[in-house]
C-alpha cells in the first residue's frame, strides 16, 4: 500500500530556510519519480519540484529556481525538498506526489508559512 508522509513545515522569517521531508511505504523511491507540490491559501495546487527515476534529474517552477534543491534519501526511503531563501510567497501547503499508472497518491501536505 502506498503512503506518503510529509514533515518539517512550520513558521519561519523571511530568507530563513526550511527542510520538508516526505516519508514513503509501499515503494522504493529509488524506483519512481516524485514530485513537490503546493497549494497557496486561496490558490490552485501548482509543481514546485520534481525528480526523475533515470538519473536524479531536477526540474524546478521559475519561482523557486536557486532556492529550492530536491533530492532522495534511499536509505530512509524518503524524498527531501530544501528550502532557502524562503519568501512570504512560499506560503502555502506543501504536497508529496506520486503518479503510479493512471493513480496519483498525495501525503496529507505540511503547512509552511513564511512571515515576519
Known amino acids: 500500500q502506498v503512503q506518503l508522509a510529509e514533515s518539517g513545515g512550520g513558521l519561519v522569517q523571511p530568507g530563513g530556510s526550511l527542510r520538508l521531508s516526505c516519508a514513503a511505504s509501499?515503494?522504493?523511491?529509488?524506483?519512481?519519480?516524485m514530485n513537490w507540490y503546493r497549494q497557496p491559501p486561496g490558490k490552485e495546487r501548482e509543481l514546485v519540484a520534481s525528480?526523475?527515476?533515470?538519473?536524479?534529474?531536477?526540474n524546478y517552477a521559475d519561482s523557486v529556481k536557486g532556492r529550492f534543491t530536491m533530492s532522495r534519501d534511499i536509505a530512509n526511503n524518503t524524498v527531501i525538498l530544501q528550502m532557502d531563501n524562503l519568501k512570504p510567497v512560499d506560503t502555502a501547503v506543501y504536497y508529496c506526489?506520486?503518479?503510479?499508472?493512471?493513480?496519483?497518491?498525495w501525503g496529507q501536505g505540511t503547512q509552511v508559512t513564511v512571515s515576519s
Open positions: 525528480i526523475n527515476r533515470f538519473d536524479d534529474g531536477t
Open positions: 506526489n506520486l503518479y503510479l499508472g493512471s493513480n496519483a497518491f
Open positions: 509501499g515503494f522504493s523511491v529509488s524506483r519512481y519519480g
